[in-house]
C-alpha cells in the first residue's frame, strides 16, 4: 500500500543517484502571486521520471532483475528507466510511440536500452510492451500506475516542503497521473492545507474528464504539442488518488503552452517541454485562483525536441502579443507604404515581413491589400498601431 514511511524509503534509496533540484522564485510570471519553479527539468534525465522508475527497479528481486524490465513512455519515463536500469546492470526494453521526438529516442538509447517503436501514441505503445512481458517474463515498469512509482515521484513533495514551509497550492502536470498522485499524497499527509491543483493539455484532459464524470473513461484520442502528458486514459490507482487528494484539475491550450514555454525561456532561462510547462500556463492565464498566494508550479521535464522549438516560440510570441499579423486594405496610389511604414515606426513597432497585392476580381479596382508580419511588444502596443492606422484612415482587415 502507498504509504508515507514508503515515500521516505524512497526519498533514501534515491538520495545518491536524482539532483534535489532547486526552487526558483519567478515573481514577473503571474503579477499578485508569490510563485515559484520547481525545477525538474534540470533532473537527470532532463525530467521527474528518473524517481519513480529508479525506485520500482530498488523493489525488484533478483530472479526479476535477471530477466530484465520493459516499460512503455512516450519519452521521459523511457529515460529513466534506462538510466536506473544501466546503473543496476538489468536489461531494459523499451516500447515508445513512434511520433515521440527524436531527440527522447535517441537518449533512451545512450543509457542503453533496447528500443521498440510503436505506431499511435502511448496506449499503443502500453499495449506492445505487455506482449512483450508476456512473451518474454521481463518485469513491466509502468510509468504511472504503481505504488512504488508513485512514492518515487512523491520524494518531490518532500523537497517542496523542506524548501518551502509555507505553503497554499502547488501546480502539477498530470498524464496518466503518477506525479500528481505521489506530490497530493505526500503534501496532504504532511500538510493537508495545502491545496494541489493539477493541469492538463485541452487536447489530452482524460483525468479532467474522468474526475468529473465519476469513472475512468477512455478519450478516443489525443492531440497536443505537450508529448508527455498524451495519456488517453488514467489508471485506475492514480484515478483514485487524484479523486481523494487533487483538489482540482484544469486545462490549457498548446497557445498557452507554448507561451508559457517562451515566457520560461525569456524571463528564467529555463527550458521545459510542453508538459513541463502546463503548470506554469495555467498560472499564467488565470485558470486557478492564486491571488495573493504562495505557490508553486512543477517544471516537469525538459526534453523539448529542438526542432519543433523554433515553430513553439513562434506561437508563444503570437499568444502572447510579441508579434502580429495585420491585413490593411488601401488605395493603390503613390506613398500608401510609405504612410503606414511611417505610423508603425513611429510607434516602435518592427516589420518582420511585406507582401504587396493588387485588388482581385470583385475588389474596388483601385484596392490593393498589404499583408505585414510585425514584432511588438504586447496586446495594448498592438491596439496602439491598429488604432493609429485607423485613425489615419486605413481599413484593417
Given at each position: 500500500?502507498?504509504?508515507?514511511?514508503?515515500?521516505?524509503?524512497?526519498?533514501?534509496?534515491l538520495r545518491?543517484?536524482?539532483?534535489?533540484?532547486d526552487?526558483?522564485?519567478?515573481?514577473?510570471?503571474?503579477?499578485?502571486?508569490?510563485?515559484?519553479?520547481?525545477?525538474?527539468?534540470?533532473?537527470?534525465?532532463?525530467?521527474?521520471?528518473?524517481?519513480?522508475?529508479?525506485?520500482?527497479?530498488?523493489?525488484?528481486?533478483?530472479?526479476?532483475?535477471?530477466?530484465g524490465v520493459?516499460?512503455?513512455?512516450?519519452?521521459?519515463?523511457?529515460?529513466?528507466?534506462?538510466?536506473?536500469?544501466?546503473?543496476?546492470?538489468?536489461?531494459?526494453?523499451?516500447?515508445?510511440?513512434?511520433?515521440?521526438?527524436?531527440?527522447?529516442?535517441?537518449?533512451?538509447?545512450?543509457?542503453?536500452?533496447?528500443?521498440?517503436?510503436?505506431?499511435?501514441?502511448?496506449?499503443?505503445?502500453?499495449?506492445?510492451?505487455?506482449?512483450?512481458?508476456?512473451?518474454?517474463?521481463?518485469?513491466?515498469?509502468?510509468?504511472?500506475?504503481?505504488?512504488?512509482?508513485?512514492?518515487?515521484?512523491?520524494?518531490?513533495?518532500?523537497?517542496?516542503?523542506?524548501?518551502?514551509?509555507?505553503?497554499?497550492?502547488?501546480?502539477?502536470?498530470?498524464?496518466?497521473?503518477?506525479?500528481?498522485?505521489?506530490?497530493?499524497?505526500?503534501?496532504?499527509?504532511?500538510?493537508?492545507?495545502?491545496?494541489?491543483?493539477?493541469?492538463?493539455?485541452?487536447?489530452?484532459?482524460?483525468?479532467?474528464?474522468?474526475?468529473?464524470?465519476?469513472?475512468?473513461?477512455?478519450?478516443?484520442?489525443?492531440?497536443?504539442?505537450?508529448?508527455?502528458?498524451?495519456?488517453?486514459?488514467?489508471?485506475?490507482?492514480?484515478?483514485?488518488?487524484?479523486?481523494?487528494y487533487?483538489?482540482?484539475?484544469?486545462?490549457?491550450?498548446?497557445?498557452?503552452?507554448?507561451?508559457?514555454?517562451?515566457?520560461l525561456?525569456?524571463?528564467?532561462?529555463?527550458?521545459?517541454?510542453?508538459?513541463?510547462?502546463?503548470?506554469?500556463?495555467?498560472?499564467?492565464?488565470?485558470?486557478?485562483?492564486?491571488?495573493?498566494?504562495?505557490?508553486?508550479?512543477?517544471?516537469?521535464?525538459?526534453?523539448?525536441?529542438?526542432?519543433?522549438?523554433?515553430?513553439?516560440?513562434?506561437?508563444?510570441?503570437?499568444?502572447?502579443?510579441?508579434?502580429?499579423?495585420?491585413?490593411?486594405?488601401?488605395?493603390?496610389?503613390?506613398?500608401?507604404?510609405?504612410?503606414?511604414?511611417?505610423?508603425?515606426?513611429?510607434?516602435?513597432?518592427?516589420?518582420?515581413?511585406?507582401?504587396?497585392e493588387?485588388?482581385?476580381?470583385?475588389?474596388?479596382?483601385?484596392?490593393?491589400?498589404?499583408?505585414?508580419?510585425?514584432?511588438?511588444?504586447?496586446?495594448?502596443?498592438?491596439?496602439?498601431?491598429k488604432?493609429?492606422?485607423?485613425?489615419?484612415?486605413?481599413?484593417?482587415?
Amino acid at each position: 500500500m502507498l504509504s508515507l514511511d514508503n515515500v521516505y524509503r524512497a526519498s533514501n534509496a534515491l538520495r545518491e543517484v536524482v539532483r534535489k533540484t532547486d526552487l526558483v522564485y519567478a515573481p514577473k510570471l503571474k503579477p499578485g502571486v508569490e510563485l515559484y519553479l520547481k525545477t525538474e527539468n534540470l533532473q537527470i534525465t532532463g525530467s521527474f521520471k528518473v524517481r519513480g522508475s529508479y525506485y520500482k527497479m530498488t523493489r525488484l528481486t533478483a530472479e526479476e532483475k535477471k530477466k530484465g524490465v520493459i516499460a512503455c513512455s512516450a519519452g521521459n519515463h523511457a529515460q529513466g528507466v534506462a538510466l536506473a536500469a544501466q546503473k543496476n546492470g538489468i536489461k531494459a526494453v523499451i516500447c515508445l510511440p513512434d511520433g515521440a521526438p527524436i531527440s527522447k529516442i535517441e537518449a533512451t538509447k545512450s543509457y542503453g536500452a533496447e528500443v521498440c517503436l510503436v505506431e499511435g501514441v502511448y496506449d499503443d505503445a502500453y499495449k506492445k510492451a505487455i506482449e512483450l512481458r508476456d512473451e518474454y517474463g521481463y518485469s513491466f515498469i509502468h510509468p504511472f500506475n504503481d505504488e512504488d512509482v508513485i512514492a518515487g515521484q512523491g520524494t518531490i513533495a518532500l523537497e517542496i516542503e523542506e524548501q518551502l514551509p509555507e505553503l497554499d497550492a502547488v501546480i502539477v502536470p498530470v498524464g496518466g497521473g503518477g506525479l500528481i498522485s505521489g506530490i497530493a499524497f505526500t503534501i496532504k499527509a504532511i500538510n493537508p492545507g495545502v491545496k494541489v491543483y493539477g493541469v492538463q493539455a485541452a487536447g489530452a484532459p482524460s483525468m479532467r474528464n474522468s474526475l468529473r464524470d465519476g469513472q475512468i473513461e477512455e478519450l478516443p484520442s489525443v492531440s497536443t504539442i505537450a508529448d508527455g502528458i498524451a495519456v488517453k486514459k488514467p489508471g485506475d490507482l492514480t484515478y483514485e488518488l487524484c479523486n481523494k487528494y487533487v483538489d482540482e484539475i484544469v486545462t490549457v491550450t498548446d497557445d498557452e503552452i507554448s507561451a508559457a514555454i517562451l515566457a520560461l525561456m525569456e524571463q528564467h532561462k529555463l527550458v521545459t517541454e510542453g508538459a513541463g510547462a502546463v503548470a506554469v500556463a495555467a498560472a499564467m492565464f488565470g485558470k486557478i485562483d492564486l491571488q495573493g498566494k504562495r505557490a508553486v508550479c512543477l517544471l516537469s521535464g525538459g526534453n523539448i525536441d529542438v526542432t519543433i522549438l523554433s515553430r513553439v516560440i513562434n506561437r508563444g510570441l503570437l499568444m502572447s502579443g510579441r508579434t502580429c499579423q495585420l491585413m490593411i486594405e488601401l488605395m493603390d496610389k503613390p506613398g500608401q507604404l510609405k504612410h503606414v511604414s511611417r505610423i508603425i515606426a513611429d510607434l516602435g513597432g518592427n516589420v518582420i515581413s511585406v507582401h504587396h497585392e493588387r485588388a482581385n476580381k470583385g475588389t474596388d479596382v483601385n484596392g490593393c491589400y498589404l499583408n505585414l508580419l510585425l514584432e511588438t511588444r504586447n496586446f495594448e502596443h498592438i491596439d496602439e498601431i491598429k488604432t493609429a492606422l485607423s485613425d489615419y484612415g486605413f481599413k484593417i482587415l
